[in-house]
């Protein structure tokens, strides 16, 4: 079974829909990551959490909010989906701090906002 | 700020030609340096990671890396490339005392049977 899951792996949904995409984690890292990646722009970190309780924005956080359910249990809303969302999303977790961290990454939801 | 900036979006080589990937990282500090591969329909995974140990950092199937402090360089090669190594390459970059990795834009590899 995978460390790391993605649910679902595609949706299409329409303009001002509500989404959420679920990642799940049997790694037993505190840190999950929520990414998003575009077509020439490589990935772009929308969120990410430290423990239950610590969360914090990245670089393009607008029109997202995040739920740290449970230290393997990370969700990403989309409150009101708009077709500039459309993108492959990634939840990520890494393995601790220190110089040697890894981040192990989710197959990704490929979502389309029409 | 910190950045990194993959030279070539896309590269072609042969079957058993030298494959060589550019990574050049903006930082004045030396960071720590990552390389992950995108197979098709798949999640990032590592191939390998510069920590300030060894600047000649060898990899998952046969990558290999090299720092070089004074070109701000972090280059990923393999010797002889084969068609499994058809991917989708990203450089990353986490400066030292930050939380996260920022990515390049990513270098797709097209291997020529």
């Known amino acids: 079974d995978a460390d790391v899951t993605q649910t679902p792996r595609n949706r299409i949904t329409k303009t001002g829909k509500r989404i959420m995409l679920e990642c799940s984690q049997t790694?037993?890292?505190?840190?999950m990551y929520w990414y998003r990646q575009d077509p020439g722009l490589g990935l772009r970190l929308i969120y990410y959490?430290?423990?239950?309780?610590?969360?914090n924005k990245g670089e393009i956080s607008d029109g997202y909010s995040v739920s740290r359910q449970a230290q393997a249990k990370f969700s990403l809303s989309l409150e009101s989906a708009i077709p500039n969302q459309t993108a492959l999303y990634f939840c990520a977790t890494r393995e601790g701090s220190g110089r040697t961290d890894t981040q192990y990454f989710g197959p990704g939801t490929r979502l389309t906002v029409l | 700020a910190q950045s990194v900036t993959q030279l070539g979006s896309h590269v072609s080589v042969s079957e058993g030609a030298l494959v060589l990937l550019r990574c050049n990282y903006s930082s004045s500090v030396p960071p720590y340096l990552f390389w992950y591969v995108q197979y098709p329909n798949q999640g990032l995974q590592l191939l390998l990671k510069?920590?300030?140990?060894?600047?000649l950092v060898k990899g998952i199937n046969g990558f290999e890396a090299e720092f070089k402090k004074s070109e701000t360089s972090f280059h990923l090669t393999k010797p002889s490339a084969h068609m499994s190594d058809a991917a989708e390459y990203f450089c990353?970059?986490?400066?030292?005392?930050?939380?996260?990795?920022?990515f390049g834009t990513g270098t797709r590899l097209t291997v020529i049977p």
């Open positions: 959490s430290f423990d239950v309780k610590d969360i």
């Open positions: 790694k037993g890292h505190d840190r």
């Open positions: 990353a970059v986490r400066q030292t005392g930050a939380n996260n990795l920022f």
């Open positions: 510069y920590t300030s140990a060894a600047t």
